[in-house]
């Protein structure tokens, strides 16, 4: 995987230092937007997620041996999915900057192409894209933080309406959604890079510990949660069904949050 500076989601986008936290209460602002990368990987004929581990403590033995505090690192294994989704694994990866993010990435392009060879053993990666995102609800501190489940969302903005009047409409969704019990970590992820060609405005992020939880906010939609969807989304935005992984940690960036 030469081409590949392992992944992961933020630290933060799934509860941790890396991405900005936002406050989803009323009259909090956006913080700036953070950096993510995501690979899609296929797993080589005969080859499969206990081949993965030992290149991955592989690459964190790297990482340890350039002084990287500051990259956090995913694994992402599809669980509600449909044949659309030909992938075996997303690798998520982010930095608190871009500045960061760059640092790991150009450390991995100079030194890292023993390990790199051992990913490309493993596995395929035939996309690499880079998003921006902005966290609308941070998740409470978790049980068991290396081990969680998250939801994709494709979501397109309507012809009347634009990203930054939806802005107002997901915060107070996030702070509805915290008000009722939700345990959610929710963020948006806009293109940035490696794209081209998206059929979406943004991505629609949801983490939670378990299937438990997910399943308590699906409940709270179906049963009143809805109508105060319908109020604030009607006619700004429609996002398709959501695709949920088990997503594995890996590596963690150091806390930089005051």
Same mark, same amino acid.
Request: net charge negative; with cysteine; glycine share 6%.
């Given at each position: 995987m030469n081409k590949l500076i392992t992944?992961?989601? &933020?630290?933060g986008l799934l509860m941790s230092p890396g991405l900005a936290l936002?406050?989803?209460?009323?009259?909090?602002?956006?913080?700036?937007?953070?950096?993510?990368? /995501?690979?899609?990987c296929t797993y080589n004929e005969?080859?499969?997620?206990? =081949?993965?581990?030992?290149?991955?403590?592989? %690459?964190?033995? %790297?990482? =340890? &041996?350039?002084?990287?505090?500051?990259?956090?690192? %995913?694994t992402l294994i599809p669980y509600y999915t449909s044949p659309q989704q030909e992938f075996d694994v997303i690798w998520l990866g982010g930095s608190p900057s871009a500045v960061a993010l760059g640092r790991a990435q150009d450390a991995w392009i100079s030194t890292g192409g023993d390990v790199g060879e051992k990913f490309d053993e493993v596995m395929t990666c =035939?996309?690499?894209?880079?998003?921006?995102?902005?966290?609308?609800?941070?998740?409470?501190?978790?049980?068991?933080?290396?081990? /969680?489940m998250i939801s994709?969302? =494709?979501?397109?903005v309507s012809e009347t &309406? &634009?990203?930054?009047?939806?802005?107002?409409?997901?915060?107070? %969704?996030?702070?509805?959604?915290?008000?009722h019990g939700s345990t959610a970590g929710m963020w948006a992820l806009m293109p940035a890079m490696g794209g081209g060609g998206e059929t979406f405005d943004f991505k629609w992020?949801?983490?939670?510990q378990n299937l438990a939880e997910l399943g308590a906010d699906f409940d709270q939609y179906s049963e009143s949660g809805w109508k105060k969807g319908d109020e604030l989304f009607s006619d700004k935005v429609s996002c398709d069904s959501s695709r949920v992984y088990l997503a594995t940690n890996h590596r963690r960036a150091e806390d930089t949050d005051d």
């Open positions: 992944l992961g989601v &933020s630290a936002a406050d989803s209460h009323e009259g909090a602002e956006l913080k700036p937007a953070t950096p993510i990368e /995501l690979f899609t005969g080859k499969g997620h206990d =081949d993965l581990a030992p290149v991955v403590s592989a %690459w964190n033995a %790297w990482a =340890d &041996s350039q002084g990287i505090t500051d990259y956090s690192a %995913w =035939d996309a690499h894209v880079a998003f921006a995102a902005l966290t609308f609800k941070k998740p409470p501190e978790r049980e068991n933080p290396d081990n /969680l994709f969302s =494709d979501c397109n &309406s &634009s990203f930054n009047e939806l802005v107002p409409a997901m915060m107070e %969704w996030a702070s509805y959604r915290e008000g992020i949801t983490s939670y």
